[in-house]
């Protein structure tokens, strides 16, 4: 595709745009940042990101001094429970079953992802104002979406401290820039201690409307597990993983599909595969280099394909192996989510040509040996 010259898809619609929720002087910090370079398709986006920050503006400044004083004071029941793996790997699903154990778990959804900073005061009433704002499938992979599904925090991270790779879903032009936040390595002392600052006042805003045990997946976590466990000592992290060729190709269908819901810049397709390659490195460098942080009895692994083929043995085993208590309310919840997941098609792709095969291969060797698929 020559996307210079043609019309990008769906350059005119607003659902499923995280920056939907930004307020005005992140909004306004985020265009500096990237010198105001909108794409000229972009501009009826940017106008309407620009308006609902206004208001988003003056709803968090009433919701703060509404909650400030509680929110603050709110203390986190227990460390949460983190879902790694990259981004396709199964990470969605596991969250949604996890989801399900409601009497000892609560999730960030969409909504309070999405609307971080306003989510306590305007939730019961925009959820349903906006329900169009939101698609009802994920355009990658035709999943259920609503306003209550599950939600990645790294949305929340995003807009509330501008510090997420996922800013370069909006411009993909600064996508080296913002990849710097995945692992956090990089980054200052005090650009590290704004993005934990942003990290705890979203889980406590959580804590204080649920008062339970948070259940988080967000991707880039795979790659932070020192400072996860710098904050939480006793977290407890679930790493799922899919084959490697499977994510290469899911992933290049998500920026094809999903990606135009929210580009205000024009992505440079010649470079994608590439830029797929060197982010599975970033993530799994890190993970291979930190997983021997986590204590004995907080980590367990998982495969997405033993999940798909027998989620609840494998969800049985995953209790087991957190000491989690597995009740028979989870258990008949399970089976009547997957009862009526049982119409549910994931993509088929074609099959990779075998000079991409060796190329990824080459590039990711460590997970396909780690984990026995193979090549």
Known sequence: ?????????????????????????????????????????????????????????????????????????????????????????????????????????????????????????????????????????????????GWQSPQEDEFAIALESLQSYYLALAFPHAEIDYERYLTLQDLSKNERQQWQAALLRFLKKLTFKYRRQLVLKSPPHTARIRYLLALFPRAKFIHIHRHPYEVFQSMGHYFKTAGWLTYLQRPHWPELDQAILRRYNTLYDAYFEQRSLIPTGQFHEIAFSDLEHNPVSQMQSLYQALKLPYSQALDIKLHRYLHARQGYRKNTFSALDDTTKQHIYRQWQRSFDEWGYES
């Open 1 to 145: 595709m020559n996307n210079s010259h043609t019309t990008p898809p769906h350059r005119w619609r607003l659902d499923g745009n995280y920056l939907m929720g930004i307020t005005s002087d992140r909004w306004w910090s985020l265009l500096r940042q990237n010198h105001w370079q909108v794409a000229r398709p972009y501009w009826y986006r940017t106008g309407a990101i620009t308006l609902t920050s206004g208001l988003s503006t003056c709803l968090s400044w009433l919701e703060s001094r509404l909650y400030a004083h509680q929110v603050e004071a709110a203390e986190l029941t227990a460390d949460p429970i983190f879902i790694l793996g990259h981004w396709r790997s199964g990470t969605t699903l596991l969250h949604e079953l996890l989801a399900l154990d409601t009497e000892q778990f609560a999730y960030p959804n969409t909504f309070e992802a999405m609307s971080p900073q306003t989510f306590l005061l305007t939730e019961n009433l925009c959820a349903r104002w906006f329900a169009r704002l939101i698609p009802n499938q994920r355009p990658m992979d035709n999943m259920r979406l």
